[in-house]
């Protein structure tokens, strides 16, 4: 299982540590359904979710971000001055200016990197952990901080049935370093949207500022439409990402996909035909579908119960808004 990930020649990349933020404050299904018409029993069945986390409202991204950034950095080992680039992912950071990258970098105590954040919806890790990876690879930068964080506890209405039960909050953190052997795959990345609608905002800033009587702006999502193209496209998607490094499912440790839904993470694990030996990362249980930090905070749950070890092949793949999508083989760093 020793595989080596295929790739071009020259300096290469890898996830030299992880570190992650779960808020403190467990929300049970019974809780959320207070709100919306529905049951513990059918969000388990539909989705593999028990419990998540929601952090308290002055608990942002950004503070999640940092939590998470300092306990990547204590991993990593790598000085906060050390870092020249932060890239948050995110879609739940409340204000459009400034990026949050920026106040996150400064409050590391970094010495002034470049700073900034991708929206790529639940894609969002994949996503930044591709340009981290061609950023150390192209020279332009020595150690990279990608974060994934969300705050859906403050952009999903409690009222609505449809996406109250599964998103949820959280953070996770990795620093990007050079390496020798290539410990990051090249990435498979794309977006489709002409379904743009099926995860979106209600209203946007313009109409909620301009027109009288207009509800503040909630995610909305079409749940069956994401579901149906997760589950055709996205095996699809997983197959390219191993094909383009060289990798078979025998070779695979572990499968960490985007935690959307538990029944999309067995359908895809089931088209990708995987050996028994594959660990599949299962995390929405105890935590939702916290979106762009799914796939770090993922990672660390196999990381901390042993399912999984530093160094070992993974795939990760993420999906979501836009529609969007990316995914990499990766070797995993240590917590
Ligand atoms: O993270 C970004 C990417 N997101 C995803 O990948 C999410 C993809 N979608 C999903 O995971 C699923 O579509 C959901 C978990 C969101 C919904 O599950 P579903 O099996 O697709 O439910 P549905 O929308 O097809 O609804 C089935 C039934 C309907 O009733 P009828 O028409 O069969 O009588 C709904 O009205 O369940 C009803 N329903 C609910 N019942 C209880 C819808 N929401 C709820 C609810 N509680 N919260």
């Known amino acids: 299982m020793g595989a080596s990930i295929s790739t071009t020649q020259g300096r290469q990349s890898k996830m030299l540590g992880l570190g992650v933020h779960r808020p403190e404050r467990v929300v049970t299904n019974d809780e959320i359904c207070e709100f919306i ?7 388990q069945t539909r989705s593999g979710i028990k419990n998540r986390r929601f952090t308290k409202p002055e608990q942002n991204v950004v503070y999640m971000s940092i939590e998470a950034g300092r306990k990547a950095l204590e991993a990593s080992g790598v000085a906060a001055e050390q870092i020249d680039t932060v890239i948050v992912a995110t879609s739940t950071h409340l204000e459009q200016t400034p ?28 996503y930044a952990l591709a340009v981290a990876s061609d950023l150390v690879k ?19 209405d409690p009222y609505d049935r449809t996406t109250r039960f599964i998103f949820a909050d959280g953070a996770g953190a990795v620093v990007v370093g050079q390496s020798d052997e290539t410990e990051i795959g ?38 069956i439409s994401v579901f149906r193209w997760a589950a ?19 070779e695979l ?40 930090a799914s796939i770090p905070l993922a990672m660390e749950e196999l990381l901390r119960t042993g399912k999984a070890k530093p160094g070992d092949t993974a795939l990760l793949l993420a999906f979501g808004a836009g529609l969007s999508y990316a995914g990499q083989v990766v070797k995993l760093p240590t917590l």
């Open 37 to 43: 018409d529905s049951s513990d029993e059918w969000i």
């Open 99 to 126: 990026q949050a990258a920026a106040k996150v970098a400064h409050a590391l105590g970094t010495n002034g990197p470049a700073a900034f954040d991708i929206g790529a919806g639940c894609a969002g890790f994949c």
């Open 138 to 156: 192209a020279g332009t930068s020595r150690h990279v901080l990608v974060i994934g964080a969300e705050q859906l506890s403050e952009t999903t």
């Open 186 to 223: 090249p990435a498979v990345w794309g977006s489709d949207g002409s379904q743009a609608d099926a995860i979106y905002q209600t209203v946007d800033w313009y109409d909620y500022i301009m027109k009288e009587g207009i509800e503040r702006p909630w995610i909305k999502m079409n749940g």
């Open 232 to 250: 055709f496209e996205m095996g699809k998607a997983a197959q390219k990402v191993l094909d383009v490094a060289g990798i078979k499912t025998d």
């Open 253 to 292: 440790h572990a499968f960490v996909p985007h935690q959307a839904n538990s029944r999309i993470t067995e359908l895809l694990a089931r088209s990708l035909n995987l050996n028994e030996e594959t660990t599949v990362a299962n995390d929405i249980a105890e935590t939702g579908n916290t979106s762009a």
